[in-house]
């Protein structure tokens, strides 16, 4: 949108600019492919995502994450000195078909990390299902979708989907925050919308009785109005909880407290990336007490994490986060499969066999393993925001343990699948309607198991 | 109502401070300056720096302000006039001068988003029985009324803005007269980079400091000098307040049409009176 009214105006002389300055890019690649090709005991691996940009944070720190996982093999993988070729796809999905194109076909590279954003994630799974011989496994992407609906074998994820990391949450705040009525305000695309597809079924199934839903666009200029209303309403709901990351979350804690919000909601909940390290940096100390879900936390206090958390803090100057995490995971995933398969990056069969038997134990975020979509079965974490030595730090609170990215309908995949995409209507606003939505899709069955058991087991 | 009423007033007030140096910039030079919003940015970066650094806000605004002149002294000097006339190519090289900056920055001050910090004294709501203002959007309230009212001496009361006025309608003829235009081109687009610069220290404070912004920024600011008119200081007022109203209701009540609602009026106004409300030069 913001872009639009430049764009329109410029299309012609940028395409023309841009056209000459990829030809000159893609000669000189080729020139380095050229001399580069004597030496054999080389292996390319790629990786894409926003380098440049407004979501650049997502693919550098990835990128930062991969390059600390190669540091501690010292850049060798089965006797191969490893060639990382990184393109920036700009957060834009078109680029990315295009950057994952020119690694596919102009540096010869089987094995992509990557991307980083919801958009990109969608585009890249589509990708994939058209290129057989090239494995994927993404960098920050969280769309379900990726490892659901649109699953292929060569797509394998070591991160997270934006339903798998809430769904707990949502029964932690009605069981143990004892919270029946939210407010919730998200940016309106996919990714919120996942988070509040998770959260609800989380909530309803175990007791929640509404979650009223406002959304915005990504561009808003300032939150006032949406204040206003949430002021309005504050005698309806026990608390609010903010879907969105990034800048949002911080414009929105800034007018939060400009409007003297805790006056009228004493608790504050935030989705996955809200309670992120960069921005406990910039937030007020009042920001104190927000809970949030993740499947990593900072404070995890075992050996791997600690090590995982210094070491990265020396490589780049740093705090070590989730997207950091994921890319370290990734990578070293990677490694493992190929020193088992002998550095072989063209056989994509046996490196996908490789690493869905895996069971990775020694990760910063705790063990996971692989589903048969591919998709990281994983412990999640209820996290609060406390005030440790003066600094705003993530405490863990409670763990789920092995949360796979179905949560709690193990067993009933085909049927959570047959469900509509998950979006700013689905599912409901109210625990009534959720209900009659869950019957139809899983059955009266399931939703007797659920009143006989008071919620999940 | 009130209240939104009120929403509406402080926002179009920040409209108004964000647009007005783009205008000031155009009227004279004509030139669409598309870094205007990566000079904002570049201000409020700065802005933000300082204030770790001192902990005062009012020398991040005055620092942020200069910095973001003296930028806009070096691209008015060595590009702006290597290419004086030839609007296409003037207005190619701002675009590319934003997209440049725009990455310059996010290597500097790195891709997260930030907020600038500021004073206690400004923190919170002011209540005044139903009515909940926060002090902050006072202030910004303020700030364009004081902003707005020196301009506005600047152009009708003094000598330096009747040659303003005069290069705006025929600036051959002032030229011609003995005055030396060039350096008066300079010092409005400097002053132009200082408004931005001290505008997005605020701004940073009230919003956030982010990558993108630039852009999101610089598309209010059109929308707005499009709406009022090019060059025209009045205009500017009124389409910021417009804007403002709209954005305030619009955000209210049909959320999902806010932009839509936005862009409406400036179609409008492009179908009837493509050259804005007011448009016609510096009143």
């Known amino acids: 949108m913001n872009k639009k009214f430049h764009y329109f105006l410029f299309t012609v002389p940028m395409v023309f600019v841009l056209a000459i300055a990829t030809a000159c890019a893609e000669d000189a690649n080729d020139d380095d492919n050229n001399d580069g090709e004597a030496a054999e005991e080389e292996m390319s691996i790629g990786l894409v995502g926003p380098m440049t940009g407004g979501f650049a944070d997502y693919g550098e720190k990835a990128h930062r994450g991969v390059e600390l996982a190669l540091d501690e093999v010292d850049n060798t993988i089965a006797g191969y000195e490893v060639n990382l070729v990184v393109e920036d796809s700009q957060a834009d999905a078109e680029q990315l078909t295009t950057s994952l194109d020119s690694l596919h076909q102009r540096d010869e590279v089987d094995v992509i990390i990557g991307p980083s954003t919801g958009d990109e994630g969608e585009a890249a799974a589509s990708w994939a299902q058209d290129h057989e011989d090239v494995l994927i496994m993404p960098g920050y992407s969280a769309a379900e979708d990726m490892t659901m609906r649109a699953a292929s074998d060569n797509l394998i994820r070591a991160g997270w989907t934006g339903t798998q990391t809430i769904y707990h949450f949502g029964k932690f705040v009605h069981d143990e925050l004892g919270h029946d009525r939210i407010a919730m305000v998200g940016q309106n695309y996919a990714y919120p919308w996942d988070q509040a597809a998770g959260f609800k079924r989380g909530f309803y199934e175990n007791g929640g009785e509404e979650v009223h839903t406002i959304w915005h666009e990504t561009d808003i200029l300032d939150f006032s109005s949406i204040m ?62 927000v809970y949030s879900s993740m499947h990593y936390s900072e404070d995890l206090d075992h050996e791997e994490n600690m090590q995982f958390r210094e070491n990265y803090a020396d490589m780049h100057d740093e705090e070590a986060d989730g997207i950091a995490l994921q890319g370290y995971d990734t990578m070293r995933v990677i490694i493992d499969a190929l020193e088992t398969t002998g550095g072989d990056t063209s056989d994509v069969n046996a490196l996908t066999d490789e690493i869905m038997a895996m069971e990775v134990d020694d990760s ?94 | ?53 001192t902990e005062s806000w009012l020398l991040a605004i005055v620092v942020g302000g200069l910095a973001t002149a003296l930028l806009a002294l070096l691209l008015e000097f060595f590009l702006l006039r290597k290419v004086r006339g030839d609007n296409l190519r003037e207005t190619l090289v701002t675009l590319s001068v934003a997209i440049i900056l725009a990455d310059v920055m996010i290597v500097i001050w790195g891709g997260s988003p930030m907020s600038i910090p500021y004073p206690d004294l400004l923190q919170g709501p002011l209540i005044m029985g139903d009515v909940i203002v926060p002090k902050l959007s006072l202030f910004i309230l303020g700030f364009a009324i004081v902003i707005g009212t020196l301009l506005w001496m600047l152009l009708n009361k003094t000598k330096i803005g009747m040659i303003i006025r005069a290069g705006v ?115």
């Open chain 1, 228 to 289: 206003n209303e949430l002021q309005s309403i504050s005698d309806d709901y026990d608390a609010v909880l903010l879907n969105s990351g990034g800048a949002d979350t911080i414009a929105f804690w800034g007018a939060w407290e400009q409007y003297g919000m805790g006056e009228y909601y004493p608790q504050l909940l935030g989705g996955t990336n809200v309670a992120d390290i960069p921005i406990l940096e910039e937030v007020t100390d009042n920001f104190e007490g």
């Open chain 2, 169 to 283: 309608d025929d600036y051959e003829m002032v030229a011609a007269l003995g005055t030396n235009i060039r350096l008066v081109f300079t010092s409005m687009f400097v002053l132009a980079g200082f408004l931005a610069g001290i505008v997005g220290v605020v701004g940073g404070s009230h919003l956030i400091v982010s990558p993108e912004e630039d852009w999101r920024i610089l598309t209010y600011a059109l929308l707005i000098i499009i709406l009022g008119g090019m060059g025209s200081f009045g205009g500017s007022v009124v389409a910021a307040l417009i804007m403002g109203m709209i954005y305030s209701f619009g955000s209210l009540y049909v959320p999902e049409f806010q932009l839509f609602l936005m862009f409406t009026p400036v179609a409008l106004v492009l179908i009837f009176k493509p050259k804005g409300l007011f448009g016609r030069g510096l009143e």
């Open chain 1, 364 to 457: 910063p975020r705790g063990s996971f393993y692989f589903d048969e979509y591919g998709q990281a079965v994983q412990d999640i974490y209820i996290k609060e925001v406390q005030m440790v030595d003066g600094e705003l730090e993530n405490q863990v609170i409670d763990t789920y343990e092995e949360v796979s990215q179905f949560g709690p309908y193990e067993g009933l995949e085909e049927e959570y699948m047959e469900q509509p995409n998950n979006s700013a209507d689905f599912p409901a606003d109210t625990a009534e309607e959720y209900f009659e939505e869950l019957e139809e899709y899983f059955g009266q069955e399931y939703i007797d198991e659920l009143e006989e058991n008071d919620g999940w087991e």
């Open chain 2, 1 to 53: 109502m009130w209240m939104t009423v009120i929403d509406g007033i402080t926002m179009a007030a920040l409209l108004f401070i964000i647009a007005v140096g783009l205008n000031l910039s155009f009227a004279l030079l004509r030139v669409a300056n598309l870094a205007h919003g990566a000079l904002y940015l570049f201000g409020a970066y700065v802005g933000y720096s300082v204030m770790s650094y």
